[in-house]
């Protein structure tokens, strides 16, 4: 059973960076396609980013392209968000998940998710 946890959320100016974290316990992400999403208050949950099982492809959601990198460390069994350029529009709850096959910015293409982690960006 995959267990996943997101560390690294927190309070950030419009501007700044941040690098979200998702590490797994009792499997090898390395075997998975992972995605983030978020969740605003009061929207729907939103795909935002995922790396292919293979770790040779990435895909970004239009709000977030060129602002956003996902990354992964096989070693860590670990990967990462890292978010520069934050707006107080991505302000949400950030998941990370494992898909059942393949990348997909569908909710339901996943099977295991962590606790969530909140990110905040005001001034």
């Known amino acids: 059973q995959v267990q996943l946890v997101e560390p690294g959320g927190g309070l950030v100016q419009p501007g700044g960076s941040l690098r979200l974290s998702c590490a797994a316990s009792g499997s090898t992400l390395g075997y998975y396609a992972i995605g983030w999403f978020r969740q605003a208050p009061g929207k729907e949950r939103e795909g935002v980013s995922c790396i292919s099982s293979r770790r040779d492809s990435t895909y970004y959601a239009d709000s977030v392209k060129g602002r956003f990198t996902i990354s992964s460390d096989n070693a860590k069994n670990t990967v990462y968000l890292q978010m520069n350029s934050l707006k107080p529009e991505d302000t949400a709850v950030y998941y990370c998940?494992?898909?059942?096959?393949?990348?997909?910015?569908?909710?339901?293409?996943?099977?295991?998710w962590g606790q969530g982690t909140q990110v905040t960006v005001s001034s």
């Open positions: 998940a494992t898909a059942i096959t393949l990348c997909s910015f569908d909710g339901y293409e996943y099977n295991h």
